[in-house]
């Protein structure tokens, strides 16, 4: 009798702790500061622009970060070079076709190599990239950083809330994905630099 009573004890325990929640963050920013920068760094010239039409949504759990699972997309006629004819050129068909191809996309899938520290966890993110209609598996290195209610001071009190922040800094090669590939790579370089620097918000 007394292990049945000290079994029932130790189950109700167990019951009143509440499993780790998976938080989902919204990654379109009201306040318009995320972004997507790019470079094209050529012998002869060097290119590089940003996008600042950021969306998507992560699925993070703070106890089990290295099941981080999501997709961000970035809308291709935001592109943005400061030259209006090169940014005429890029948002045209040989390029990056942004009139039939309206999003770039990276969903990752699952991490691996994930060490975390504190609020903040560094891994490689496995996903796939999808540019110009053209999907490709790739891996990228990623830093997540959550910072429990701190969406009220990002917002101005306006939110309450969590925010997930992901950096990310990787290379794309453009034949892969059919961005003008002829193009001749002394002006051009095949390898373009891509850097995130994105917050997402999961409000209470």
């Given amino acids: ?24 963050f919204d ?4 306040k318009g500061v995320n972004n997507a920068v ?17 969306s998507g949504t992560v699925k ?10 999501g997709k961000i997309v970035v809308t291709a006629d935001t592109l943005h070079v400061p030259n209006p004819m090169m940014k ?3 948002h045209g068909a040989q390029w990056m ?10 969903e990752a899938k699952s991490l691996k190599n994930v060490k975390t520290d504190g609020n903040k966890t560094t891994a490689d993110a496995v996903g796939t990239m999808t540019m110009k209609g053209v999907s490709k598996a790739q891996t990228v290195p990623v830093t997540i950083t959550y910072l429990k209610d701190k969406l009220g001071a990002r917002s101005n009190g306006q939110m309450q809330g969590d925010l997930l922040v992901i950096r990310s800094t990787f290379t794309v090669k ?3 994905f059919g961005i ?21 918000a999961a409000a209470k």
């Fill in 180 to 200: 003008n590939p002829s193009a001749p790579t002394d002006k051009v370089a095949e390898e373009i630099e891509l850097t995130l620097s994105i917050a997402g």
């Fill in 88 to 90: 005429e050129h890029m």
């Fill in 27 to 30: 990654f379109k920013d009201a």
């Fill in 1 to 24: 009798m007394k292990k049945q009573i000290a079994t029932l004890i130790l189950a109700a325990g167990f019951a009143s702790i509440s499993p780790a929640e998976t938080l989902t």
């Fill in 174 to 176: 453009r034949s892969d």
């Fill in 38 to 54: 790019f470079k094209l760094d050529a012998p002869l010239e060097a290119i590089s622009g940003s996008a600042n039409g950021v």
């Fill in 60 to 69: 993070f759990d703070p106890e089990n970060p290295a099941a981080t699972t």
């Fill in 97 to 106: 076709d942004v009139a039939q191809h309206k999003e770039l996309t990276f």
